[in-house]
């Protein structure tokens, strides 16, 4: 063997040496991912929502009811019903879960292979005393048939990419855009839950306005008795001007409060037309039956059935296990990468060659395996930003489940302290209404003086709205308590 030869295989030799190393440490390298503090989240949950309700907890759920079911007022199902179709926020959360459904179809495309086909032509005039040049000079490209100068070149063909997913890298980025999907559904859902008890709440507010608008009007007409009733004692010298005055006063007094009253129901009617996504118009409603209307049987359940009910919960669960994919997703970017490139077509110099096979047949096929070897600071930082994304959302889940816990418990507390409160205020209009005829008939008989009328009449109108209010915060309790509980968006 000669000298030339053996220095020809050593240096091979060195060179696939050097080779094996630098693929050698390319693994060892690529392979080596940092540590990480991974954040767990907590799924315990008290046994329930209160320390008298444990020992006779009921599985039962008001929230599993369908909101047809849980509010059976026609005139309120009805403006649900319109809401449900033309509410724009509602819609627009709509765009968004079809925005996270191409998402999944985009990420599905990602770990299959690009395939192309393209035509290319075009035309080159290199310079004689060059390599090229010298060479097309002195070599046909065709038997008989000189090198065309300037050389046009035509093709035709289809050309392959495909990034192999041997660390499933890819697949595990549409998982997490298919999990993120079904946590825009869910939070479709939650929206839809509050959309429901916003439009309960404002409506039976209406109602409030409403009955509290015809004591006003009420008020106002017995107001007026008793101001005539005082100019007649005036003018028969038993009181003064100064008794005229202020029975006058409190009558303008009265009326003020109706103007603002209705100004309340407008606004209150308008609030309702923009949830129901229309403009403004008279809202049905029946307000004589909302004395007579008591809140709906609340069933809270156990807090563990909060889990499967309440949409947001779902949701934080579903961006949480996202977030843990693509932790995976971050990591496998340290790993050796893939990738296979292929082609195969038609090329020559002129169009009519183009069918001339085997001549004018090309075809490549290639492959690359890298990975990050030095200066992998970039990938780090996006691998600790998707774990620190991931301890967020696990806190995110917590929140949402001690939120939803403590509004289940607020609630149920505000029925049975609202029922109390109602009772005692009830008895206090009684007792008040008794005190307004009293009050006026020592005054006709001048046995009282004309301040005890009006501050009765005072407290009497006071408390009449005050027992008003407090029917509406017993069904605004019982509304909030479903929609606490997970329900409304079934």
Known sequence: MKPEEIKLIMLKKRLYQCLGAASLALALGACKTPELVVKNESRNAPAS???AAAAALDSTNTG???WKQFFTDPNLQGLIETALQNNQELNITLQEIEIARNEIRARQGEYLPFVRLGARADVEKVGKYTLQGATEENIDIKEGRRTPDPLTNFQLGAFA??????????RNAKKAAAIRYLATVEGKNFMVTNLIAEIANSYYELLAYDNQLTIVKQNIGIQSNALELVKFQKESARTTELAVKRFEAQVQHTRALQFKLQQSIVETENRLNYLAGRYPQPVARNAQAFNDRLPATIQAGSPAQLLANRPDIRQAEQQLAAAKIDVQVARANFYPSLGLTGGVGLAAFTPGLLVSSP????????ADLAGPLFNRNGIKA???????LQTQAAYRYEKSVLNAYVEVSNQVSSISNLAQSYDAKAREVAALNQSVEISNSLFRYARADYTEVLFTQREALESKFDLIETRMQQLNASVNVYRA???GWK
């Not at 996006?382 to 620190?388: G, Q, R, V």
């Open 359 to 366: 001549q004018s047949l090309l075809y490549a096929l290639g």
């Open 64 to 66: 599993r009811l369908q």
């Open 485 to 487: 509980l997970g329900g």
């Open 382 to 388: 996006f691998y600790y930003n998707a774990n620190a």
């Open 49 to 51: 929502y209160s320390t």
């Open 161 to 170: 990419t495909w990034e192999v997913d041997i660390w499933h890298k890819l």
